[in-house]
T-cell receptor, first 117, second 111 residues
Framework: AQKVTQTQTSISVMEKTTVTMDCVYE???????LFWYKQTASGEIVFLIR??????ENATEGHYSLNFQKPKSSIGLIITATQIEDSAVYFC??????????????FGQGTSLSVVP | DMKVTQMPRYLIKRMGENVLLECGQD?????MYWYRQDPGLGLQLIYI???????SEGDIPKGYRVSRKKREHFSLILDSAKTNQTSVYFC??????????FGSGTRLTVL
């Protein structure tokens, strides 16, 4: 069964620095999709960035980028030049392509990021 | 502008009452979802709808049912609500296996 694990419960960083949030996953499928979402203080869940397993290049989107290490089943989220408004809970998620419930998205437990001035 | 809209944002009900949570999307996505979020448990999938009248149970369907009569609209129904159904409910939609887009959530309290 698929599983997503985020071991960092909370992280605090200084504004304008770079932060990496870890995520490891378990899957038997050779094709899958990995996502990072941000949940703001108001509760909104916002899509940030996505990595398809067959792509070797790490995805980037604005000041978000991914460190995809397929042999380690790891997908880290890197935020550069952090801003106060990046303070939020970040969720890693995975969807398998070939499972019987192909549309199911499984989430990690989340990492709370606090960016301080 | 891509949007998933949930109504209402906040809802208080008494145990045993029926609850209707509504969700709409304007992206013509065929797949829609209902999740609930509880502290320490993360986001748990309740139901998936692959299109009109094509619904499948997720991981925690007990106590819930859904209705999808139009592609842009997906409802979650709690018949005779229970206190352990107090939670934040999120609706989402996607185009096939593509990215999920979430609504703003409904905070349901069952007294």
């Amino acid at each position: 069964a698929q599983k997503v694990t985020q071991t960092q419960t909370s992280i605090s960083v200084m504004e304008k620095t770079t932060v990496t949030m870890d995520c490891v996953y378990e899957t038997r499928d050779s094709s899958y999709f990995l996502f990072w979402y941000k949940q703001t203080a108001s509760g909104e869940i916002v899509f940030l960035i996505r990595q398809d397993s067959y792509k070797k290049e790490n995805a980037t989107e604005g000041h978000y980028s991914l460190n995809f290490q397929k042999p380690k089943s790891s997908i880290g989220l890197i935020i550069t030049a952090t801003q106060i408004e990046d303070s939020a809970v970040y969720f890693c998620a995975m969807r398998e392509e070939a499972s019987s419930s192909f549309s199911k998205l499984v989430f990690g437990q989340g990492t709370s990021l606090s960016v301080v001035p | 502008d891509m949007k998933v809209t949930q109504m209402p944002r906040y809802l208080i009900k008494r145990m045993g009452e029926n609850v209707l949570l509504e969700c709409g999307q304007d992206m013509s996505h065929e797949t829609m979802y209902w999740y609930r979020q509880d502290p320490g448990l993360g986001l748990q999938l309740i139901y998936i709808s692959y299109d009109v009248d094509s619904n499948s149970e997720g991981d925690i369907p007990k106590g819930y049912r859904v209705s999808r009569k139009k592609r842009e609209h997906f409802s979650l129904i709690l018949d005779s609500a229970k206190t352990n159904q107090t939670s934040v409910y999120f609706c989402a939609s996607s185009l096939g296996t593509q990215t999920l887009y979430f609504g703003s959530g409904t905070r349901l309290t069952v007294l």
